[in-house]
């Protein structure tokens, strides 16, 4: 289930990240140590509930969120309008990414009660030890390294 | 063509209003609102041709004010297009049951959201004329 489950969340990822902001993902393969922490990021978690439950987060370098917004806007990353939005940005890409995912998983029958994202900063510690987790998964969309983590169940 | 567009998010109240423009549906009479509760309220004071909804809002969400507008005689027949996220056949139909005649499903292209809106003009057009 978990490489069934983490391979879906690849493959849906790949398809929401090109559809809404037009940027490309690749997976990292297990072991690469090439990618390091950024200096500044960002985490996203949203919670779901339902047919199962859980929580499914993303973790992104800070900078990555306002390309993230000026390509779902068509607007250049360095607008202050992208900027003041790079946050909102990235929690409707993990609300869309979630929605889909559990379809994904669960067909199309189940209803699932899908949570408010929520945003925090996360020090690039914290970086290192979610991307150690078993069920986190890295990748590179376009040039910044993003890391994905899903849980399932009550505490997730 | 007026618009309403109701989400608590005003990145995706963008994106939809530009996926409009991009569609080809003029957007110059947008109107854009962050809850049900002032959903309702901009359509008691505007006239809206047609209404793009997210379900899961603070203050008011969309399924109650969904109900609002279908049991009230001056807003009842406004077309509504939920936008969400979610997947789910039966939440789709209990959302039909509503009375909400489109569905758009994220994320959407402008083909997928011009289409909901000729559909609906089709459908206002067959009501003129029947």
């Known amino acids: 289930m978990k490489t069934v489950g983490l391979d879906t969340l690849g493959e849906v990822f790949g398809e929401i990240v090109e559809q809404m902001a037009f940027m490309f993902v690749e997976a990292i393969e297990e072991g690469d140590e090439a990618v390091p922490a950024p200096s500044e990021c960002l985490i996203a978690h949203l919670k779901f509930g339902g047919e199962f439950s859980g929580k499914l987060s993303i973790a992104v370098p800070t900078e990555m969120c306002a390309e993230l917004a000026a390509n779902m806007l068509g607007e250049e990353a360095d607008d202050p309008d992208a900027i003041a939005k790079g946050t909102d940005a990235l929690k409707e890409l993990l609300n869309v990414l979630c929605g889909n995912l559990l379809t994904a998983f669960a067909g199309e029958d189940p209803v699932f009660d899908l949570g408010v994202p929520e945003s925090l900063p996360f020090s690039p510690e914290d970086w290192e030890a979610l991307k150690a987790s078993p069920v986190t998964v890295p990748y590179i969309v376009d040039e910044y390294p993003v890391l994905l983590h899903i849980n399932f169940g009550d505490d997730g | ?130």
């Open chain 2, 1 to 130: 063509m007026n618009i309403l567009i109701v989400d608590d998010s005003s990145t995706v109240r963008a994106v939809i209003k530009r996926t409009l423009g991009i569609a080809g549906v003029p957007t110059d009479d947008v109107q854009q609102a962050a809850n049900g509760q002032e959903g309702i309220e901009a359509l008691q004071n505007n006239p809206i041709d047609i209404v793009f909804t997210d379900i899961n809002m603070p203050v008011m969400g969309g399924v109650e004010m969904i109900e609002r507008i279908r049991a009230d005689d001056a807003l009842r027949a406004v077309p509504i297009v939920v936008v969400s996220t979610e997947g789910s056949a039966t939440r789709i139909a209990e959302l039909q049951a509503l009375g909400v005649q489109g569905y758009l499903r994220k994320p959407f292209t402008p083909e997928a959201i011009r289409r909901v809106v000729d559909d609906l003009a089709e459908v206002s057009n067959e009501n003129s004329r029947a």
